[in-house]
């Protein structure tokens, strides 16, 4: 027997008409039971039962699915229920010149404050005034923005501490007022080794849209078959953050016409299709300038313009370093801001001591850094300590074919303890290596050891060389996934930003021996096995192995 229905209110102006209406769509479509009706609306019978109750005005969702269930036109019952919602004082009509699809809808004041299910609104507040960007953002918005088709997900991929986070919530508050049945947030970073999956990830949404855990399947296809059918009918904004790998988002990515779904990893997350993506760099030095003056004060730091330059130099216009420096600078109010600068940056430590609270710097670098396997953590520290000079920007540059041969033995020099020992006086008569990494010459303003530089020479490049040289662009390759590395302008060559090179050289020389994370390692390759593989004794790469690590496994952020 189907769940009776509840005496109709007593006249409550237009939420009892508004009732009535409903029962009258209900009867007209045979009366089918309010069991029936939630499993064709997603919402529960007591809820359905209590909208045609007639106490109070149900919120626009509850209302849609209601009227969609009973075979009702959508566009029509969602003029209805503004009318009710206009006349009952929650909300004001709209002018007749905007379209449903325009309406501020999320504004629903008092009636959202009475519904029978709140929208969810897991947006958290931006955590950093957004400075500078303006370029990003306008290229975020062009890339979000409603289509002919369906519009795909967005990612925003880029190295450790550039803003992903607060580029995609400052993206993710504009376009909420256009999307109406909700937002959602899903934070990825936390999932201890990306192991969340898509399943009980889309379970947690559908629960957060009132959809009751009875109607959920417990089947993961049909679960997340499920959460696309209601991203389909509903105007929905979905933020997965901190996404660290390709399958926790994979399932549930979905190009719509009406929801919009924004992706931040440090990965470029290569593995997913159909998305569009959007590299972050670091701030310029006029942008870095704009952030330290909106924390520590355009006074303070137009009092000393030289400190905040030194300061913007040192973080490498990394946006997360700035910040926590000038949280520490503005800590201290009454020190001059030269010589509190000064302090901060003296040595090769300030990586270690952009601390401010529980947030750290180099909290963020250790977790990129322990999710490399031990051959690109090797990789990352000879590019650290192999001694080639920062251009003026901080950053450090070099190939991969130039880090090939600064893990090569060099005649004249050898290999100790993961850096470099090379020659005073450039490369030994009659050698035919060549010069070893950071004694090439380049611009005035430092060695750029990329192609530019012209082919080299030496067993690096030989059969077995050129294998070398491959297998090093595939672990830089994964380092710059990782959120630790970038690329530059110039193809085949990578930059080092400069607090990465200190983070990386206080770190002890990886050995390459040690088993590697679990999700690098190939699903048909025991563990065992992966340790004892045969190894390059020159090297500590493994022999014949020239797949890409950033591909062969789905990449880390």
């Not at 007749?96 to 009636?111: F, G, I, M, S, W």
Request: charged share 25%; glycine share 10%; proline share 10%.
């Amino acid at each position: 027997m189907g769940r009776p229905e509840k005496p109709l209110a007593q006249d409550a102006g237009p939420a009892t008409a508004f009732a009535l209406e409903l029962r009258r769509l209900r009867a007209a479509a045979g009366s089918p039971s309010y069991r029936e009706l939630a499993r064709r609306a997603l919402f529960s019978a007591s809820v359905l039962s209590d909208a045609a109750a007639g106490y109070r005005l149900p919120t626009l969702q509850v209302a849609l699915a209601f009227a969609e269930a009973c075979g009702g036109d959508r566009a029509a019952w969602e003029r209805r229920w503004r009318a009710a919602a206009g006349s009952a004082g929650d909300e004001p009509a709209p002018a007749a010149a905007k379209t449903a699809h325009q309406a501020p809808e999320p504004r629903l004041r008092a009636a959202a404050v009475r519904a029978l299910l709140p929208v969810p609104a897991q947006l958290p507040t931006e955590p950093r005034p957004l400075a500078g960007r303006s370029r990003e953002l306008a290229a975020a918005r062009a890339l979000t923005a409603p289509a002919d088709g369906p519009v795909p997900p967005l990612v925003i991929h880029g190295q450790t501490g550039a803003g992903k986070s607060a580029l995609a919530l400052r993206l993710a508050h504009e376009l909420a007022a256009d999307l109406p049945d909700g937002q959602l947030y899903v934070g990825l970073g936390t999932a201890d080794d990306g192991r969340k999956d898509a399943a009980g990830i889309a379970g947690g949404l559908l629960q957060s849209l009132g959809i009751p855990a009875e109607h959920i399947p417990n089947d993961p296809a049909q679960r997340i078959g499920l959460y696309r059918s209601v991203l389909a009918e509903r105007r929905l904004l979905i933020v997965f953050d901190g996404t660290l790998q390709e399958r926790q988002v994979r399932d549930l990515l979905v190009a719509g016409e009406h929801s919009r779904i924004l992706v931040t990893a440090r990965s470029r997350l290569l593995g997913l299709d159909g998305v569009r993506r959007l590299a972050l760099p670091v701030l310029d030095r006029d942008e870095s300038m704009e952030l330290l003056a909106g924390v520590l004060g355009a006074e303070r730091l137009r009092g000393a313009p030289r400190a905040g330059l030194l300061l913007a130099e040192a973080c490498g216009d990394l946006p997360l370093a700035l910040t926590l420096a000038g949280r520490r600078l503005a800590a201290r109010p009454e020190a001059l801001l030269s010589e509190a600068v000064a302090e901060l940056v003296r040595a090769d430590g300030l990586s270690a001591r952009l601390r401010v609270g529980d947030e750290t710097l180099v909290e963020r670098y250790e977790d990129a850094y322990r999710r490399l396997t031990p051959r690109a953590r090797l990789i990352l520290h000879r590019f650290a300590t192999a001694g080639a000079t920062p251009s003026v920007d901080g950053v450090t540059r070099a190939s991969a074919t130039a880090l090939a041969r600064a893990i090569e033995p060099v005649q004249g020099g050898s290999v100790h303890g993961g850096s470099v020992q090379e020659p005073t006086h450039g490369p030994v008569p009659g050698s035919p290596h060549g010069p070893a990494l950071g004694s090439v010459p380049g611009p005035a303003h430092g060695p750029a050891l990329g192609p530019a530089h012209g082919p080299a020479v030496g067993p690096a490049y030989g059969p077995a060389g050129e294998l070398v040289a491959e297998l090093v662009e595939d672990l830089l390759e994964a380092v710059v996934d990782s959120g630790l590395l970038e690329r530059t302008d110039v193809p085949g060559q990578y930059g080092l930003p400069p607090l990465v090179g200190q983070f990386a050289r206080a770190r002890p020389v990886p050995a390459t021996d040690a088993p590697d994370p679990g999700r690098h390692r190939p699903p048909d390759v025991p563990a065992a096995a992966q340790r004892h593989r045969p190894a390059d004794e020159r090297t500590g790469l493994p022999r014949h192995d020239r797949s890409f690590p950033a591909l062969r496994q789905e990449t880390s952020a």
